[in-house]
């Protein structure tokens, strides 16, 4: 069966510019991760989803950070006026349930770049 | 909030010696994940240790979880090129805020020279 999917799988933006990144998680996969992974760097939480609710937005860096999830399926993670430090990989991932954390499936990742 | 620590951050090894790498939380986990990231990819998931103590083997592999649900750890026994990558543990805290999601340590990058 098809995996996390997310998209685009790379995006060179301006600073000050808007993106949003998408991710499909394994379907019937009730938990959504987003992750942040600088360059020769750990994973860093941004947000998860159980359902449609997001019960843990600690990890978002600032206000220009911000992520929805619909129909328990599709999420996408919206980054407004960009800025260079916004520079990684965003990788999202998906598991069974959440509560008690299961295998986490990884999509591929967004690299993005702000110039 | 959780903080996990992993060391060492780098591992250089030839092939066919062994290789572990150690991961530390200041506070009782639920379970304890670890994940293999190769070069250019992103994390796979290699096993989940949830018992007090509990050590599990896959193949070359050995993960022990300590008996206190705070630290464990991962051996590689006579490592090959294909080991080369980053091994994350990914710990869940046992309630409160941090249960729910995982916190990674900061990876240990294993290089093998042939």
């Known amino acids: 069966g098809a995996g996390v999917s997310q998209s685009p799988s790379n995006k060179v933006t301006e600073k000050g510019k808007d993106v949003e990144l998408r991710c499909d998680p394994i379907?019937?996969?009730?938990?959504l991760y987003w992750y942040r992974q600088r360059l020769g760097q750990g994973l860093e939480f941004l947000i998860y989803?159980?359902?449609?609710?997001?019960?843990?937005k600690s990890g978002l860096p600032s206000d220009r950070f911000s992520a929805e999830r619909t129909g328990e399926s599709v999420s996408t993670l919206t980054i407004q006026r960009t800025q260079q430090e916004d520079s990684a990989v965003y990788l999202c991932?998906?598991?069974?349930?959440?509560?008690?954390?299961?295998?986490?499936?990884f999509g591929p990742g967004t690299r993005l770049t702000v110039l | 909030g959780q903080q996990v620590m992993q060391i060492p951050q780098y591992q250089h090894v030839q092939e066919g010696e062994d290789f572990t790498t150690y991961c530390n939380s200041s506070?009782?986990?639920?379970?304890i994940q670890w994940y293999k990231q190769r070069p250019g990819g992103h994390p796979v998931f290699l096993i989940q240790?949830?018992?007090?103590?509990e050590v599990k083997k896959q193949k070359r592999l050995t993960f022990q979880f300590g008996e206190a649900k705070k630290n464990s750890s991962l051996h590689i026994t006579a490592t090959q090129t294909t080991d080369v990558g980053t091994y994350f543990c990914?710990?869940?805290?046992?309630?409160?805020?941090?249960?729910?999601?995982?916190?990674f340590g900061q990876g240990t990058i294993l290089t093998v020279h042939p």
């Open positions: 991932a998906s598991s069974f349930s959440g509560g008690a954390v299961g295998e986490q499936f």
């Open positions: 379907s019937g996969h009730t938990a």
């Open positions: 989803f159980q359902g449609n609710s997001a019960p843990d």
């Open positions: 506070t009782t986990l639920s379970n």
């Open positions: 240790l949830v018992k007090s103590g």
């Open positions: 990914a710990a869940q805290g046992a309630g409160g805020t941090s249960y729910g999601k995982l916190t």
